[in-house]
């Protein structure tokens, strides 16, 4: 099937507006109004925008910045907004909020990123929002000047109220239905632009590459490695696309941290998100890496973990992005996890890196530039996230790939295969009405194979011992 064909811009943008009159949005507004040089993700923003726009494109932008003046300062106001603080005026602002537990005296620290401060908070605002204690969580915040207990004329600020921010429920119907009025191209521009991208920076190949991203947020338990050069673009939508995306970039992560803390009795990020991200993975330390790496061996496999006497299970997909030197647009080394920590390279290795599904080869994709971001209608960030969020435990789509494909061969290359290709079905073909089998094995069985077929390659690099055949899988 030909999808190289030229389409009118101006034309797809007004049937994107149609369409979903009341989530799209004109990602390019950003930029204009200001939004772009604030350090907030593109489901803040898009929300933001989407506010304050017209069904025409245009935006109120002094609208927009007086939002900001008063939900959104920066730390130049920090002073000022203490000021009123301090004289009896309760604060509300959106911001991305985390709380720590003081290692000596217990007490609950919260911190504010726009005062630049730590303060505390109600003891009841961390039992109802856990996710709190894990890292920065944006949401409205309820600030007001309290009394130190036990401590005379001291005082401090202090969050009395708080709602993590978060997109309306959604008609997944109304989504689904919407698909049968594009063509598959049309769709394809649609995904790459609501992902922030220029559709016109990147050929079909690429496109199927970076949706590749995105499974671990639409189906359960997708497991995949992305190895690339610097400024790809690999965690951009983890941190700007979702909510129910946990991203870690460098430092160490404990078991505690993962799947359950004994000492607070709380599950961790593993069993709070869709989808953990290790970023940046050689500046990543594991605490215990051998206690841990045998936990994720089990999760991995089983979605089950345990710690001590508690036993606990998620369906959370799990991400590992790193950074590799590349020669002449290839990887420099044959074995492509060798800049990688030794419990993904080395004869023991090959246990964990079976247990994940894809290899997603992202020296393949160009370097993000100013031409590289969208600058047209696409679907708001927080409203698409929630849209993924809600395809996850859609089943049909699991269905018709394990209904339409035979296997003849590794069990787990089997799993891996269609648990990427039920995710490439939910992007592409969310209603699965308009998909024909040619176009099933074409865009989303065959990149499958291809991303399980990277991974298998990679395995028998790292041990000789292992295969790099992957299982015979074919459309029935």
């Given amino acids: 099937m030909n999808l190289n064909s030229e389409y009118n811009k101006d034309f797809l943008d007004q049937k994107i507006s149609t369409s979903f009159p009341d989530v799209c949005v004109h990602k390019g507004l950003a930029s204009s109004v200001g939004l772009s040089g604030r350090t ?55 911001d991305s909020f985390s709380v720590k537990v003081h290692p000596r005296t217990g007490a609950l620290l919260l911190r504010i990123p726009c005062l630049d401060i730590v303060g505390g908070l109600r003891e009841s605002i961390v039992d109802e929002h856990p996710c709190l204690l894990m890292g920065n969580v944006w949401g409205s915040g309820r600030l007001e000047w309290r009394p130190l207990k036990d401590k005379k004329d001291q005082f401090q600020i202090f969050m009395t109220a708080f709602n993590p921010m978060q997109a309306a429920s959604i008609n997944l119907d109304y989504f689904v239905n919407q698909r049968k009025e594009f063509s598959l191209e049309e769709w394809l521009t649609l995904l790459t632009r609501t992902m922030g991208y220029n559709e016109k920076n990147y050929s079909l190949r690429q496109k199927l590459m970076i949706f590749t991203r995105l499974i671990p947020l639409i189906e359960p338990r997708a497991n995949i490695i992305e190895l690339a050069p ?108 060798s800049e990688l920590p030794k419990w993904l390279n080395g004869h023991d290795a090959t246990a964990l890196l079976d247990r994940f599904h894809a290899l997603v080869p992202g020296w393949e994709l160009p370097r993000i530039q100013s031409t590289s971001l969208c600058r047209a209608f696409a679907l708001r960030a927080d409203y698409f996230g929630e849209v993924l969020y ?79 055949n992957i299982a015979d899988i074919q459309v029935c």
């Fill in 230 to 337: 610097k400024g790809t673009g690999k965690s951009y939508i983890y941190s700007q696309l979702s909510r129910h995306a946990w991203l870690i970039s460098g430092g160490i992560v404990t078991r505690a941290q993962l799947f359950y803390d004994m000492n607070r009795q709380q599950a961790g990020i593993i069993s709070n998100y869709n989808a953990v991200i290790l970023d940046e993975i050689q500046t990543i330390k594991l605490s215990n890496e051998g206690e841990i790496v045998g936990a994720l061996k089990g999760y991995l496999e089983l979605g089950e973990f345990r710690v001590m006497g508690f036993h606990g299970s998620s369906d959370a997909g799990f991400v590992i992005l790193g950074n590799i030197p590349i020669v002449d647009g290839m990887p420099r080394d044959t074995n492509c996890f």
């Fill in 390 to 468: 809600t395809l996850r435990s859609n089943q049909k789509h699991m269905a018709f790939v394990k209904d339409h494909t035979q296997s003849y061969g590794d069990l787990r290359d089997t799993r891996a295969v269609r648990v990427l290709a039920s995710g490439y079905l939910k992007l592409l073909y969310p209603d699965l009405e308009s998909v024909t089998l040619e176009e099933f094995n074409e865009y989303c069985l065959q990149p499958a194979i291809e991303l399980r077929s990277n991974m298998r390659r990679q395995m028998a690099n790292v041990d000789p011992e292992f295969s790099p």
């Fill in 40 to 94: 907030i993700p593109a489901f803040v923003s898009d929300w933001l925008v989407s506010r304050y726009s017209d069904n025409k494109g245009g935006v109120n932008s002094d609208g927009i910045r007086q939002f900001i003046s008063k939900y959104l300062p920066d730390k130049k106001q920090k002073e000022s907004l203490m000021y009123e603080i301090r004289n009896g005026n309760p604060l509300k602002i959106l």
